[in-house]
C-alpha cells in the first residue's frame, strides 16, 4: 500500500501551539517511517520540512523500499520552502514536479491509499479535507500529537484514531 504520511512542517511551532513535546511529535515520525519500511509499504510524502522529511529519512535508514515525492514549484508559499522541498526530493524514488503549493494538498491523497496524521497544521487539515473530495481513504491520527481533528471535517472524512502507531499497522494489514 502507498501510505502517506503527514503532519506539521514546522513542528516547534504547531506542537507548543498545542502543548505537546515537539520531540514527541519528532519521534512519532521517525517511528511511522521505521514501521512502513519494516511493513513493506510505500512512503508518500511531500518533502518539505518536519514530520514528512523525518519519515522519509527513518523510513529510507530502515531500507523502505519506495518514496514517492510531492515536489511543488510554485504558488505561495515562505520561499525556504521551494528550496528545501527540492533539496529533499533526494529522498524520493519517484516524484510529482508538476504543482503549485495549493494542488499538493490533493495530489497527496490521490496519491495515497490512506494516511498517518502525527499533528496537525493548517497544511494538515488541508491535506485531510481533501479526502473528502479528492478520494475518499483513511486518515489514521496518533493520538496525544495535537489536538482533535475539529468535528466539521471528521463528520464528512474516514477520520480513524489510534493510541500508537502499531495499532495502524495492523489495521494496515
Known amino acids: 500500500m502507498r501510505i502517506a504520511v503527514i503532519g506539521p512542517s514546522d513542528v516547534a511551532r504547531v506542537a507548543g501551539a498545542s502543548g505537546v513535546d515537539p520531540a514527541r511529535i519528532e519521534r512519532a515520525a521517525e517511528e511511522a517511517g521505521r514501521l512502513l519500511a519494516a511493513a513493506g509499504h510505500e512512503l508518500v510524502v511531500c518533502p518539505d520540512r518536519g514530520v514528512p522529511v523525518l519519515a522519509a529519512r ?19 508559499s515562505a520561499q525556504g520552502s521551494i528550496s528545501r522541498v527540492e533539496e529533499n526530493s533526494a529522498l524520493c524514488d519517484g516524484t510529482d514536479r508538476g504543482l503549485t503549493w495549493y494542488e499538493q494538498h490533493s495530489r497527496i491523497v490521490r496519491a495515497a491509499d490512506a494516511m498517518i496524521c502525527l499533528g496537525l497544521s493548517c497544511g494538515t487539515i488541508c491535506e485531510i479535507a481533501w479526502t473528502k473530495w479528492s478520494k475518499r481513504i483513511p486518515v489514521f491520527v496518533v493520538r496525544g500529537l495535537g489536538s482533535a481533528v475539529p468535528p466539521e471535517v471528521e463528520s464528512e472524512t474516514d477520520i480513524r484514531y489510534a493510541d500508537a502507531l502499531g495499532d495502524i499497522l495492523e489495521a494496515l494489514r
Open 58 to 76: 527513518a523510513y529510507r535508514a530502515a531500507g523502505g523500499g519506495r518514496i514517492y515525492g510531492l515536489i511543488p514549484r510554485s504558488g505561495d
